[in-house]
């Protein structure tokens, strides 16, 4: 089974970036398709982004999309989620997630199918 930890999460304001690693240990990443999800306070845990085991497919929440990029080097056994404009609505826990890809290039929204799952890293936004 794989480990995963994410790191990189802060108190920013409205507009800035801040880019979150989430590292994995036990097995090498290849072998996984990852996924990004967030948790706000009193919210259900919703879909963010997401990437296929080789890095070439990628989808991302609309909410996100033109903001926030996922990318990995397996590599260094790591995913990132580089997040740009950031905005009071994007606070959140934020968690990686990975699902093991057996072959398949599709990547996955949907948060039962990932068996792994980080500590998260609190993200937050001041307006």
């Known amino acids: 089974q794989v480990q995963l930890v994410e790191s990189g999460g802060g108190l920013v304001q409205a507009g800035d970036s801040l880019r979150l690693s989430c590292a994995a240990s036990g097995r090498t990443l290849s072998a996984y398709r990852m996924g990004w999800f967030r948790q706000a306070p009193g919210k259900e845990r919703e879909f963010v982004a997401a990437?296929?085991?080789?890095?070439?497919?990628?989808y991302y929440a609309d909410s996100v999309k033109g903001r926030f990029t996922i990318s990995r080097d397996n590599a260094k056994n790591t995913v990132y989620l580089q997040m740009n404009s950031l905005k009071p609505g994007d606070t959140a826990v934020y968690y990686c997630?990975?699902?093991?890809?057996?072959?398949?290039?599709?990547?996955?929204?949907?948060?039962?199918?990932?068996?792994?799952w980080g500590q998260g890293t609190q993200v937050t936004v001041s307006s």
């Open positions: 997630a990975a699902d093991l890809a057996l072959g398949r290039i599709t990547v996955s929204t949907a948060g039962d199918e990932y068996d792994y």
């Open positions: 990437i296929n085991w080789s890095g070439r497919s990628t």
